[in-house]
């Protein structure tokens, strides 16, 4: 019996022996039999793959014989073989536009794109890396349909703002959730990103319950492959960049000479000689000059038979087109995975980052490039920058409003700004059951910060914050106490015949002592000292700090099924906790259940050549908003500078609100998915979201001692229709042409606000200051709809501005003209983009358009420089600027600007609609050219593939906007400022950049 034994375990084990063999093969493409590099080959169902190499070899040891085989590559459609007897295994793949086959990352967990039952867009690294920038949003504009992105600084540092499917918050946080490597949160750079997911509709977002209501952007990093060569890759681009100013013209020396010379200006000849004609210092192009930035990046990534790697470094510097401004930033990222057993597998990911950033030290840097007058020369003879806040008017004329000279003051004073950070994840993998998996990830997150504002006493034109002499230093810094996460993923799969189960069970908590925030500041510093001084405690103006604590938890399942390929279901519950909310009310429930037909997989569209791919898709669901500050249900003191009878004392700073819960939307939404022959792909959706209960800080009566206080009150919705269309034009073996084309229509409305008396509508909530712009929030309205004058024109008899009346007619008194709704908003009716990319051989070009249209904006800066004489030493914008303006001279006269008069033509300049201008614009975001050098003579040099690039950023603006630059924020964070105002911004760049890529 034991001799029996002994021969069945070596049998069994020569069988287990001969069952691990080596595979390998070539992968081709099948329209010309080229091979393909960098195709992914996994062994199903496990983490064990390569990626063919350049001429398209790949290679797997110890596979079993019953192993499949998954072979994938972007754009192509999927094959799995099974390995068999088989020893070598050659390939050939088809191109798809849409692979239906693809895994699609959308958080927690991944899913073939022919079972998604929700409104879901990737986009991989190569479609969002076309231009240099260290903002994923500003890579992003206008490649998805429904997500708005604009730009409007061009400040070193500065980010983009996202909002996907309109604004349905007031003054709770308004961006998408980001989610790095499936959990919410993280950092990133944008070269280490693999793939960027957005998920638009709440079949998908509600996994993610309080912090979905905003859409969710889910990032996935690069990682290496088992069984890989190693892979070097370095990048490097190099850029210059200018300022755009699109129309906007200040006036010249003689143009503005002119123009006050009719303004009637008391004893204009004595004070103004002629001369000043001739007199034409430009302060908008000496302010703004070219800047410049440069990028370097190098990552290694790959693999043995258990491990997997990746790391990169970067480095980004921006000089800004202002001087004195620039950001840079460093990072380093790395990402390991090991196998310590066939069902166990451990993952580290940490990323450590680093930024520094030079601000405009003073705003009126900012203010004077705009309206300086050309006759004021901030240098002197001999090229120094002049103190004419310290000159004697006698001696030293000064045409500005102000005193001040920027120039100067830029040789002391600074505002500059910093951080460093650092997340580690560690990840747990259990393959307990060919059906089961377990998953946990830590994640520990460290960060510190810190900004100074240095006035020094050499330059005397700083005097605000009761500074009258000596240096002045304002110091803040957060010192990090530590915070980490944990999330625990229990998933399963499972297949009946045509029956196949999905589930996922869920548990995640988060606690952060906060920061410690301690902030300083101190006048009368000895000079040049730019720290705070200890010597005399009278110089001490003001010293503050503190710590918020937060902590929150999450349980949340989803379930999805499918039959026979057609019918799809998925529904999702979450239950969140959180320390933001008071005491029974800090959980929120969240489901959400979304569905799908697959109707080309039915037998009466099967094998159809016309319509080779339908799919119909809804969801329905609830998710939520907590993006508010911590512990705002309580109430809060101020110690800082408050006494009473002499003895330190608190005074209050905010109203508790014991009731304050959670925000919610319900989110609506049906899409379709289509193929049309093999050249275009579609899919066009339309939503309905409704957000509840907002967490909105409304204003209160002034005799509580405070403006307002945040409430669980009002309701908003936006409802839209989003089209999103992919063809192939040319493909050939030579040849390669796509274009992706999409649009996205947004209606916001205001639906529910708070009133005095139940059953009534509610009050309307004036936004913005009453000497502005205004907007006003009503029930039946746009959120940001314009509510001030309507401005009627010139008067063609006598130059008067005028405005609508109270009864319907017109006016020139400014104070008797109608406040009322204008009709407009800063919401575009629509935006979108198009994307068209050329192959042919080694070459590539690519270009992308974003528009938007249907939105009116503020051009704040026209009060001040458009002022018809209200405020005669600011510089004028010049009327030459192709929109056909023209100034009225006399009777008779169709003009659009009134007559102007010294001291102001009847209030001309004050806010009305008169400054109100179409915000539609097109613009030609990016064109980028690229070549890839032969790889077969790379190969004799050591090197795989290499790649030299030019791009060009914001070439081309079609607009008929008269300011510098119709891209501005087209929401706001609060009721005291107005959403789409323009005013003396940094502007954005036009850019080129040239840049290389090698891999080895």
């Known amino acids: 019996m034991q001799r029996k034994l002994t021969c069945l375990l070596i049998l069994l084990f020569s069988l287990g022996t001969y069952a691990q063999v080596t595979v390998r093969g070539v992968v081709r493409f099948t329209d010309d039999a080229q091979p393909l590099p960098g195709v992914n080959v996994v062994v199903k169902s496990t983490t064990i793959g390569t990626v063919t190499d350049v001429n398209g070899n790949y290679s797997l040891s110890n596979i079993s014989e019953d192993a499949t085989l998954v072979f994938s590559f972007m754009g192509f459609i999927t094959i799995e073989e099974t390995v068999g007897n088989r020893r070598t295994i050659d390939v050939t793949l088809s191109e798809e536009v849409l692979n239906i086959n693809e895994l699609v990352v959308i958080g927690y967990t991944a899913v073939a794109r022919s079972q998604l039952t929700s409104s879901v867009v990737t986009l991989h690294s190569e479609a969002i890396t076309d231009n240099i920038t260290h903002d994923l949003g500003s890579m992003l504009q206008g490649k998805v349909a429904g997500l708005m992105i604009t730009n409007s600084s061009g400040a070193p540092g500065s980010s983009a703002e996202m909002r996907i499917r309109g604004v349905g918050t007031i003054t709770a946080g308004q961006s998408p959730l980001i989610v790095v490597d499936g959990i919410p949160g993280g950092t990133y750079d944008p070269n280490d990103v693999e793939n960027v997911t957005i998920l638009k509709d709440v079949g998908a977002t509600a996994i993610y319950g309080a912090d979905g209501a905003n859409g969710v952007i889910v990032i996935t990093t690069k990682h290496g492959r088992r069984n890989q060569a190693p892979e070097i890759i370095f990048r490097a681009n190099v850029a210059v960049t200018n300022a755009l100013f699109g129309r906007f013209k200040p006036m010249n020396g003689a143009e503005l000479y002119d123009l006050w010379e009719t303004w009637g200006i008391p004893n204009f000849e004595s004070n103004y000689p002629q001369s000043l004609r001739e007199e034409n210092y430009d302060w908008l192009n000496n302010t703004f000059k070219q800047g410049n930035a440069q990028e370097y990046y190098a990552s290694v990534r790959g693999g043995t038979q258990n491990t997997s790697y990746m790391t990169s470094v970067n480095h980004f510097n921006q000089k800004g087109t202002m001087p004195g401004t620039s950001y840079r930033r460093n990072n380093i990222r790395m990402n390991f995975n090991v196998q310590v057993a066939p069902t166990f597998d451990v993952s580290i990911r940490m990323n450590m980052r680093e930024n520094k950033t030079e601000n405009l030290w003073s705003y009126t840097f900012n203010e004077m490039a705009y309206r300086g007058i050309p006759w004021d020369n901030p240098f002197d003879e001999n090229g120094d920058p002049i103190n004419i806040s310290g000159a004697p008017v006698a001696e030293k004329i000064w045409y500005y409003a102000n005193r001040q000279n920027p120039w100067h003051g830029m040789q002391y004073n600074y505002n500059r700004g910093g951080g460093t950070g650092m997340n580690l994840d560690i990840v747990f993998n259990w393959q307990i059951l060919p059906w089961l998996t377990a998953t946990n990830t830590t994640r520990l997150g460290r960060s510190q910060n810190w900004s100074k504002i240095y006035y020094d006493s050499h330059d005397a034109s700083q005097t605000w914050n009761g500074i009258t002499q000596g240096s002045y230093v304002e110091d803040e810094s957060t010192y990090p106490l530590g915070s980490y996460a944990n999330t625990t993923l229990l998933k399963t799969t499972h297949r009946v015949g045509s029956h196949h189960l999905a589930g996922l069970l869920g548990y995640e908590f988060s606690k952060s002592e906060g920061n410690y925030n301690f902030g300083t500041t101190a006048q009368q510093q000895p000079t040049g000292m730019d720290v705070v001084s200890t010597g005399s405690a009278a110089t001490m103006r003001s010293t503050g700090g503190y710590a918020t604590p937060s902590a929150g938890w999450s349980a949340f399942a989803q379930m999805s099924y499918s039959f026979d390929e057609k019918y799809l279901v998925t529904a999702s519950f979450r239950s969140d906790a959180n320390s933001r909310f008071a005491p029974g009310r800090r959980v929120g429930y969240f489901p959400a259940v979304s569905a799908g037909w697959l109707v080309s997989n039915e037998g009466f569209l099967k094998g159809n050549n016309m319509l080779t791919y339908l799919k119909l898709r809804g969801s329905y669901g609830l998710t939520g908003n907590s993006n508010i500050g911590d512990f ?198 629509f935006s979108g983009g198009l994307q068209n990319t050329v192959l042919y051989k080694g070459f590539s070009l690519g270009a992308n358009i974003f528009f938007l249209y249907g939105n009116t904006i503020y051009n704040g800066t026209r009060s001040s420089m458009d002022n018809d004489g209200r405020q005669a030493q600011y510089n004028q914008i010049s009327l030459d600027n192709g929109l056909g303006w023209s100034r009225w001279e006399k009777p008779g006269d169709n003009a659009t600007h009134p007559l102007p008069v010294y001291g102001g033509n009847k209030n001309s300049s004050s806010a009305s609609s008169r400054h109100l201008e179409d915000g539609s614009f097109l613009r030609l975001r990016n064109v980028n050219i690229g070549y890839d050098f032969s790889k077969t003579l790379l190969h004799y040099i050591g090197v795989s593939s290499a790649r030299v690039f030019l791009s060009g950023d914001n070439l081309l603006t079609l607009s008929k906007f008269s300011g510098a630059d119709p891209e501005t924020n087209l929401s706001s964070s609060g009721i005291n400022n107005v959403a789409g105002s323009v005013n003396y911004i940094y502007p954005v760049n036009r850019t080129f950049s040239l840049g290389i890529e090698l891999k080895f």
Do not use: C
Not at 683 to 710: C, E, H, Q, R
């Open 632 to 829: 705002v249900y309580l109430d809060a003191y101020s110690f800082s500078n408050v006494t009473y009878l002499g003895v330190p004392g608190a005074q209050p700073t905010r109203l508790a609100n014991p009731d304050l819960g959670w925000e919610s939307a319900i989110m609506t939404s049906v899409g379709i998915d289509f193929k049309l022959f093999t050249w275009l792909d579609g899919s066009i959706d339309i939503y309905k979201n409704l957000n509840k209960y907002l967490l909105f800080a409304a204003p209160v009566a002034p005799s509580t001692g405070f403006y307002s206080y945040t409430r669980n009150i009002g309701e908003v919705s936006n409802r839209g229709l989003e089209l999103e269309l992919s063809t192939i034009n040319i493909n050939t073996s030579n040849w390669r042409w796509t274009t992706s084309f999409n649009i996205g229509f947004n209606k916001n409305r205001v639906e529910k606000l708070p009133s005095d008396e139940p059953g009534k509508s509610g009050n309307p909530i004036m936004v913005g200051s009453a000497d502005a712009a205004r907007q006003r929030m009503e029930e039946g309205h746009e959120l940001y709809g314009w509510y001030m004058q309507e401005w009627r024109g010139v008067d063609p008899d006598t130059g008067d501005p005028l405005w609508t009346s109270e009864d319907g007619g017109v006016t020139n008194n400014y104070a008797s003209a109608k406040i009322d709704w204008l009709g407009s908003s800063p919401n575009p009716k």
